[in-house]
């Protein structure tokens, strides 16, 4: 019974394509998150989504759009993949608004651009 | 900026005794720290939570937190094989975002 899921696991395509991730977590948490860590493990945040509105917006290219069609799911699309997207996209989610709840995180995607 | 500092390591311990792992944070106003396991390949996962000044205990990890200091470390007792893995720090700011440190990677040796 996941309670963060994420897919696909692996994606592997070329430069230049687009692709989308998919979450959806089944906590009842009314913020979902994206997350990027490179090759040197460093977690950034990347957007977070508060009852379908955007509230966090890190300074990411606009290759990166967030949809959320509801508020147990937040997608991922990626226009004109580049090489330096390659890393893996964790998606999580929280109960915000109350200093004692912890994020709690999907298994990944490892997305790598050819 | 906010900020976490955290020693990358790796920090190499025999099995058996105790680990200690490090961070300072530069949020003065920050109530909320979170210590993160990460095994390779896998996904972050809660281990530990802290909120008030002093020690927390959850069996065999002890969280203290030292808010004038801006210090919160966690200590492993009885370090195990399967302890090995990056332990990532974290605080919560004013905008209930986390702010993550890269983490320390931990080895422990049998």
């Known amino acids: 019974d996941t309670a963060v899921s994420q897919t696909p696991k692996y994606l592997v395509t070329q430069m230049g394509n687009d692709k989308s991730i998919k979450c959806e977590q089944n906590l009842g948490h009314d913020t979902m998150y994206w997350y990027k860590q490179d090759s040197k493990k460093f977690l950034k945040i990347m957007f977070s989504?508060?009852?379908?509105?955007?509230?966090i917006n890190e300074t990411v290219p606009n290759r990166f759009s967030p949809k959320s069609p509801d508020k147990a799911h937040l997608n991922l699309h990626i226009n004109s993949l580049e090489l330096g997207d390659s890393a893996v996209y964790f998606c999580?989610?929280?109960?915000?608004?109350?200093?004692?709840?912890?994020?709690?995180f999907g298994d990944g995607t490892r997305l790598s651009i050819l | 900026q906010k900020e976490v500092e955290q020693n990358s390591g790796p920090l190499s311990v025999p099995e058996g005794a105790i680990a200690s792992l490090n961070c300072t944070y530069s949020d003065r106003v920050s109530q909320s720290f979170f210590w993160y396991r990460q095994y390779s390949g896998k996904s972050p996962e809660l281990i530990m939570s802290?909120?008030s000044n002093g020690d927390k205990e959850d069996g065999r990890f002890t969280a203290q937190l030292n808010k004038a200091s801006q210090y919160v470390s966690l200590l492993i007792r009885d370090s195990q094989p399967s302890d090995s893995a990056t332990y990532l720090c974290a605080f919560m700011d004013s905008n209930y975002q986390l702010i993550w440190g890269a983490g320390t990677k931990l080895i422990i040796k049998p």
């Open positions: 802290i909120y």
């Open positions: 989504y508060n009852n379908k509105e955007l509230i």
């Open positions: 999580a989610s929280s109960q915000a608004g109350e200093y004692n709840q912890p994020q709690h």
